[in-house]
């Protein structure tokens, strides 16, 4: 459907090895495998403030037993939440019909280079019948926005790995100028207004180790094929988000992803925990970042 | 029969049989010739001989005509019962088995030590039906595959990189093709390997585990051979022979494999996938038999790649020894050897709009003088050896072209890696030496120095992070760290049949590689030990016990050893290993212990025959940085390992070969909890090494057939059909958790598993 690319010399190398060998031999099962489980929970922070100007979230919940079904006792509720940036005090509250999600009373905007620290206090995530006090801290970074995108029907165009010229359809292509900083960026898509890559786990990692302080005219980003799962039509209108992360969030969403994707024991050491940002022990993120967008309608 | 036996007071008895290496038949009238007392003996109608000569070690000669002479140190200070196997020239097809194993093996005075022979390594049915010296060695007590199909293996819980592996004395840096699934030794070609379990000659060095010490053999001297063999994936050919008869032999040979050509009949169009690789030996002797020279070379390339932007990959070793072994007597021996090792791996695309090039190389010039002399009841060893290494990640370049549409420049993008040299240098000394009938001695010392020698970049880090960055100009020796390696060992030679030994021995290993997965791949990266990292050390201590019946046909022994190891190396939480400059800064180093118990039982003759061994066995390491400083299961700790090896024999023309395994599954880490972020089920894991995967067992199976012997018939052949993983044990290659699409309330464990049922059927030929 999509053509996800990573322009990471050296995952494109383990990519061609381990693709030849395990398409070569290897098969995939079910298998049963019993695991420890038992820990006291930890508490569970899914934390973003953007650029944008909305109320912004912060869900709170529990780790749970690997296998243990998902149910909306993990919610962690009645915590007291809030940011500052130095100055101002940012409160949240938990939204009533959602447990566990915590949004700001007022729509902000985070600003570009401004320090912001996260409270999270009166909270019992082990339940030891004590609360426990957490923070985190994440400078919003600096970045570019999109000047515009670009769509253009036939083959999928460089740099998709592998060019096929007889499968045609839309490559989404985008503007802009890559601030001369290393930067960090997840990118998502949407069509006809409907979201394809809501999570992270699924968002698109880039890195500008190629482009860095060039302008950036007209680099392919989408390939949607005719024959994909969601080939486009005219009239559609496509709209990519990208966000400019800071290094350890970026660091975390690529160790989310690597929890979700098979290890490969050719190049995987032991698999470990995603490298939060919260103090005491908590799993999960604090993270500011910069969104920018870009629209066109197919023509 | 005996011819000009000497009797004096302390002379002891010499008898035994000699017999055709490929079938076990008796060579009547042989010759057993002993340079040093200008005197030997013919053995009788039945190949039987008995001579007694002064108690002493000296060096034999086994003649016989039609059959390659074997030459023979042997320690002989009591009575003595041998076997000498000759090999015919003529048909050699089944290899050398070198065997005198009743006497030898009780009295070579080293614990854990092995000698596969190219005949012992061919019984055993491989993936893919090819013969194969590093499959064989994963099948010896104490000694486990790291994964499956891998070439890499662990020692008493050591990590693969801690092997040193040797092919006529250059360091083979990756033996591994096709992903490991071969190794780069052609059984063809080899003569053999002595496997050394930590109780190290002191020759070698550098490595904590283990040596495998291979050689190529030499060509014959006096007839021209073809041999070869042809698989389903691989055929093999070479060829041998005299330049000058009798004083100058070649020997060349060549595997390709050439699965690429079944590829399109799974619809996989425009890939390579192959490997090759060549050996070649030139041998020189002198008339009278003082001087040998030898010129042995190896190159083998893997390569895979698509022919879709010219994408390639492509690893391989290169290898050249230049020996010259010259005897001052037949008790003073020096060889002098000179040595280049090149493992090279690059990566390559390019296309109209952007080039990729990664281009690294591990490099070492090496040289040694070794001395041998015996006196008496004194076998002194000493030498040199002195290694240049060259560490060179390669740089990272990619250029990216205005053709790509996206930029109004062209781009040119490199990632540099910092380079390293080294010099290592050893020098030792030792002695083995026979106190009385019943006590073998040795000890024997190894000075080891290492020295970082500019032009390098070295990084110096401070809680993880780098706090210093300093350059070293060209040929300034920055810093060096020196080793000291006692190495001692007793043998009790109860009586003929039973012997016990203890031993001790440090090694030191100044390189490693960074490599922290378990299956292994080409991307190594070798890195030296430099002021920001310890070389490695171990400490091992082993006693085994020794035990032969009926005359050496049943063999029992059981071993037990500890190791301690300092400076032992792992790596942080999700450590980037590949294509990176601040390596160093992800290394965790600490301590390791590593003990267990090895116990093997053998029949060497009949119908049935083969080996069973268990090993019971315990690895843990102990690093600051990883699982709070508290010890853990190092990662190639497996607390159980089972082999059984079976032959069937009941005709020269079949055999019938099995072999099962079992091991302990690997330490790994699993989910303990997961938290949900997006709706997705993140796995929350446990301490490192906390888990372990499922157990590992298989089963192998291989029928040979062979054409009847038949001693004036030049050209013989074998056919070998086998299976591996008979009943098709799915052993998981890796274990992911997922949540299920379908129902995401609900998630599950999924494994890859490599291979199941593998049949295989290889043609060999001799002529």
Redesign the interface.
């Known amino acids: 459907m999509v053509t996800m690319r990573k322009i990471r010399n050296i995952r494109y190398g383990r990519a061609l090895l381990t693709g030849l060998v395990l398409g070569l031999t290897a098969c995939t099962e079910e298998i049963d495998i019993d695991l420890k489980g038992g820990d006291a929970p930890v508490l569970v922070v899914d934390a973003r403030l953007t650029t944008d100007s909305i109320r912004h979230t912060v869900r709170l919940s529990r780790s749970s037993d690997y296998y243990a079904p998902t149910s909306a006792d993990l919610a962690v509720s009645g915590a007291t939440v809030y940011i500052t940036d130095g100055g101002h005090r940012y409160d949240f509250a938990e939204e009533p019909a959602e447990p566990g999600v915590y949004r700001s009373l007022e729509a902000f905007a985070g600003r570009m280079g401004v320090h912001y620290e996260l409270f999270i206090q009166d909270v019992d995530a082990d339940r030891d019948g004590q609360t426990e006090s957490y923070t985190a801290e994440s400078t919003m970074p600096f970045a570019n926005s999109i000047d515009s995108l670009q769509a253009v029907y036939g083959p999928a165009l460089p740099p998709a790995i592998v060019p096929d010229p007889e499968r045609m359809g839309w490559n989404i292509l985008f503007y802009a100028q890559d601030p001369p900083q290393k930067d960090y960026y997840l990118t998502t898509v949407s069509v006809n207004g409907v979201t394809l890559f809501p999570e992270l786990t699924e968002m698109t990692r880039m890195s500008d180790d190629f482009t860095q302080g060039l302008y950036i005219s007209g680099l392919q980003i989408y390939f949607f094929a005719d024959d994909g799962e969601l080939p486009l039509a005219i009239g559609d209108s496509v709209c990519v988000e990208i966000w400019d992360v800071t290094h350890d969030f970026d660091e975390y969403v690529s160790d989310l992803q690597d929890a979700l994707n098979p290890s490969m024991p050719m190049f995987g050491g032991s698999p470990a925990n995603a490298r939060g940002n919260l103090s005491g022990g908590a799993f999960g993120f604090f993270a500011t970042y910069t969104v920018s967008r870009a629209g066109i309608v197919l023509k | 029969m005996r011819v000009q036996a000497q009797t004096t007071a302390t002379s002891v008895r010499v008898h035994g049989i000699v017999r055709d290496a490929a079938n076990g038949e008796a060579l009547p009238q042989a010759a057993i010739w002993i340079p040093a007392l200008q005197s030997g003996a013919v053995a009788d109608a039945q190949g039987k001989f008995d001579f007694r000569i002064p108690a002493g070690t000296y060096a034999l000669e086994v003649r016989f005509l039609g059959y390659e002479t074997r030459h023979d140190t042997l320690r002989l200070n009591r009575d003595r019962v041998l076997t000498f196997d000759l090999v015919g020239t003529a048909r050699q097809l089944s290899g050398v088995e070198i065997k005198s194993r009743q006497s030898q093996q009780l009295r070579n005075n080293i614990v854990g030590m092995e000698q596969l022979s190219v005949a012992a390594i061919k019984k055993l049915p491989t993936l893919l039906g090819e013969a194969d010296l590093l499959k064989s060695v994963q099948f010896l007590p104490g000694i486990i595959m790291t ?1 499956e199909g891998s070439s890499g293996f662990s020692v008493r819980g050591g990590s693969p990189d801690q092997n040193f592996i040797l092919l006529d004395h250059a360091p083979i840096y990756n033996p591994s093709h096709a ?1 490991g699934f071969f190794s780069i030794f052609n059984n063809d070609v080899i003569d053999g390997a002595t496997v050394y379990k930590g109780d190290m000659p002191l020759q070698f060095g550098g490595r904590l585990s283990s040596v495998i010490d291979a050689t190529m053999r030499e060509g014959d001297y006096h007839r021209y051979h073809v041999t070869g063999g042809i698989g389903l994936l691989l055929t093999r050919l070479t060829v041998e022979g005299p330049i000058v008869n009798d004083l100058f032999s070649f020997l060349v040979a060549g595997r390709r494999t050439y699965f690429d050509a079944f590829l399109p009949m ?1 619809d ?1 169009k425009g ?1 390579k ?1 192959y490997f090759y690789d060549a050996n070649a030996k030139l041998s020189f002797r002198s008339r009278n038999r003082k001087d040998k020279l030898t010129l042995s070379g190896y190159m083998g390339r893997d390569v ?1 790649g ?1 022919s ?2 010219h ?1 390639v ?1 492509d690893y391989g070793n290169k290898a050249l020894d230049l020996s010259w072994h010259h005897f001052f007597s037949d008790d003073f021996v020096m060889t002098v050897s000179g040595i280049i090792s090149d493992y090279r791996y690059l ?1 390559g ?1 390019e ?1 109209e ?2 080039t ?1 090039d ?1 281009d690294a190389h591990t490099t070492d010039y090496g040289g040694q003088v070794d001395f041998l002399y015996t006196l008496g009841k004194h076998t002194l060893r000493f030498g040199l050896t002195s290694t240049y290494h060259i560490y060179d990640p390669g740089d ?1 370049t ?1 250029n ?1 072209f205005e053709s ?6 062209n ?1 040119s ?1 490199s ?1 540099t890696q910092e380079r390293f040299h080294a010099l290592e240098n050893a020098f030792y000394i030792g002695n083995d030496q026979a106190i009385g009938d019943h006590f073998l001695l040795k000890y024997g010392l190894r000075l080891s120095s290492f020295s970082n020698i500019g032009a390098d970049s070295v990084y110096y880090y401070r809680n993880g992070e780098v706090s210093e960055a300093l350059y070293y100009p060209e040929g300034r020796f920055y810093h060096t760290y020196w080793g000291i390696e006692p190495r001692v060992g007793l043998s009790w030679l109860i009586d003929s049949t039973m012997s016990l030994k203890l031993n001790y021995a440090r090694t030191m290993q100044y390189t490693q590689m960074a490599q ?8 190594d990266v070798w890195f030296p030990a430099n002021p920001t990292l310890l070389p490695q050390i171990a400490d091992q201590g082993a006693l085994g016990f020794e035990k032969h019946f009926k005359d050496g046909e049943w063999e029992t022994s059981i071993e037990f050893y500890y190791r301690y190891l300092q400076n032992v190396v792992d ?1 942080k ?3 980037i ?3 990176n400059r601040y390596l160093y800064g992800e290394v965790r180093s600490g301590t390791g212990q590593a003990y267990g118990m090895e116990v093997s039982l053998k029949r060497t003759r009949g119908i049935v025959n083969g080996s069973l061994s268990y090993t019971l066995s315990k690895s843990t390491r102990r690093i600051e940085g990883v699982n709070r400083g508290e010890t853990y299961p190092s ?1 190639y700790d497996r607390p159980h390992a089972l082999t059984v090896l079976l032959n069937i024999e009941p005709h020269p023309r079949h055999s019938i070969n099995l072999n099962w395994v079992f091991y302990s599954g690997l330490p ?19 301490d ?4 372990r995967m ?1 157990n590992y067992h298989r089963l192998d199976i291989g029928y040979t057939f062979r054409a009847k012997p038949d001693p004036n018939r030049r050209f013989t052949w074998d056919l070998s059909v086998g299976c591996y993983n008979v009943y098709a044990r ?1 052993n ?7 949540q299920d699409p379908e129902n ?13 049922a593998v049949p295989s059927i290889t043609f060999n030929f001799r002529w």
């Open positions: 994964s992903l799974f996989i890939v996938l895979a698509m879709v932007m994408a990959a990566m695309l296309s709009m952007f990729l990664w990272v990619v990216m790509m549409g996206f930029i109004d420049t781009v993008w990632y922290n997965s378990t299956s292994g791949n080409p991307l790596f939480d999700h450590a290993v590949l294509g990662p790994t880490n699993f989910p303990h909890g997961k938290a949900v972020i997006d709706g997705e089920w993140v796995p929350i894991y446990g490192r090494n906390s888990d499922p799915k998981p290659w890796t274990i992911s958790f997922k995401p309330g609900r998630s599950y464990a999924e494994m890859i598993y490599l291979f199941s």
